[in-house]
Nanobody, 124 residues
């Protein structure tokens, strides 16, 4: 059974950095895509970034390009989201998710497994 556990959230000032980690377990993830999503209060969950487990191709939402970097450590079954130059509008609960297949999907409906979420708060 697939399990995803996020860690690394917290409170940071505008312009600061945080790194989120996602520990993935329960199967071999080759042939999977790992994604990060976020949900702010009163808003729908939105795509942030995704990476192919095999090969490492990535995609990002426009508002985080150049500031956020998604990466994975295959031997450790870890996925990371390095967030730099954080802004108050980045405040949200961040979720790790995965889906079988190679398509770097941005739709929440295409992802099969989800973590419990990690709170990121950026103060102005």
């Amino acid at each position: 059974q697939v399990q995803l556990v996020e860690s690394g959230g917290g409170l940071v000032q505008t312009g600061g950095s945080l790194r989120l980690s996602c520990a993935a377990s329960g199967r071999t993830f080759s042939g999977y895509v790992m994604g990060w999503f976020r949900q702010a209060p009163g808003k729908e969950r939105e795509f942030v970034a995704a990476i192919r487990w095999t090969g490492g191709s990535t995609t990002y939402r426009d508002s985080v390009k150049g500031r956020f970097t998604i990466s994975r450590d295959n031997p450790k079954n870890m996925v990371y989201l390095q967030m730099n130059s954080l802004k108050p509008e980045d405040t949200a609960v961040y979720y790790c998710a995965c889906r079988q297949g190679l398509f770097l999907a941005a739709d929440t409906q295409r992802y099969d497994y989800w973590g419990q979420g990690a709170q990121v708060t950026v103060s102005s």
